[in-house]
């Protein structure tokens, strides 16, 4: 079954350093990956998203992720935080595009909180 | 803007009631979603539509039902509401975003929240 985990639930950092969210994948096809991030009392937006290509893929708001199959990882990165920058990230997977009933699946979500 | 409309907003409602959720969009997108938010759970997919009349269970489906009699319309009820069905409900749609069939991403609406007491 498809599934997302990641593993970190809060993550805390002091604001102008770097940022590392992790993600897993379960997907038995080539997956398609996705990084939504959630303001407080907000919708959700998309930050970033990997179909084929290049593994390296650049976000808004200064957002990149890398796809690493070896590893069925597709971690979030940021070289430098800003205080904005808090809010809940949600790693996602697109599964059975195949079969004509295209679903998202979503990881349980990284709060991250900034330090002035 | 996908143009997502999700009504109503705001909800409270008595333990075994039901409930009807709707999410309308202006698009014409195929794929259609109805997910709940609860805090260490993340997005939860409760029934997802994949075309008029067609619909399929999502990994929370027990004890809500979906429509979907016309493109622009998904309706999530909950039969019978009981307070573990407390929660932020979003609908989503799958909006292609590029030459391609697989560029494709959700775009969501604002969410709902219902609070069933």
């Known amino acids: 079954a498809q599934s997302v985990t990641q593993p970190d639930i809060h993550i805390t950092v002091s604001e102008g350093a770097s940022l590392e969210l992790r993600c897993n994948y379960s997907?038995?096809?080539?997956?398609?990956l996705f990084w939504y991030v959630q303001s407080p009392g907000q919708g959700l937006q998309l930050l970033l998203k990997?179909?084929?290509?290049?593994?390296l893929v650049q976000g808004i708001k200064g957002f990149e992720a890398e796809f690493k199959r070896s590893q069925s990882s597709f971690n979030l990165r940021k070289p430098s935080v800003h205080w904005s920058d808090a809010a809940e990230y949600f790693c996602?997977?697109?599964?059975?595009?195949?079969?004509?009933?295209?679903?998202?699946?979503f990881g349980t979500g990284t709060r991250l909180k900034v330090l002035a | 803007d996908a143009g997502i409309t999700q009504s109503p907003r705001h909800k409270v409602t008595e333990t075994g009631t039901p409930v009807t959720l709707r999410c309308h969009q202006t698009?014409?997108?195929?794929?259609m979603y109805w997910y709940r938010q609860d805090p260490g759970h993340g997005l939860r997919l409760i029934h997802y539509?994949?075309?008029?009349?067609?619909?399929d269970k999502g990994e929370v489906s027990d004890g809500y039902s979906v429509s979907r009699s016309k493109t622009e319309d998904f309706l999530l009820t909950l039969e019978s509401a009981t307070s573990s069905q407390t929660s932020v409900y979003f609908c989503?749609?799958?909006?292609?975003?590029?030459?391609?069939?697989?560029?494709?991403?959700?775009?969501f609406g604002q969410g709902t929240r219902l609070t069933v007491v």
């Open positions: 989503a749609i799958s909006r292609r975003t590029g030459g391609t069939l697989e560029n494709t991403e959700a775009f």
């Open positions: 997907y038995g096809a080539t997956p398609y």
């Open positions: 990997y179909f084929s290509g290049d593994t």
């Open positions: 996602a997977v697109g599964a059975g595009r195949t079969s004509g009933t295209y679903k998202y699946i």
């Open positions: 698009e014409n997108h195929r794929y």
């Open positions: 539509s994949y075309g008029v009349k067609d619909t």
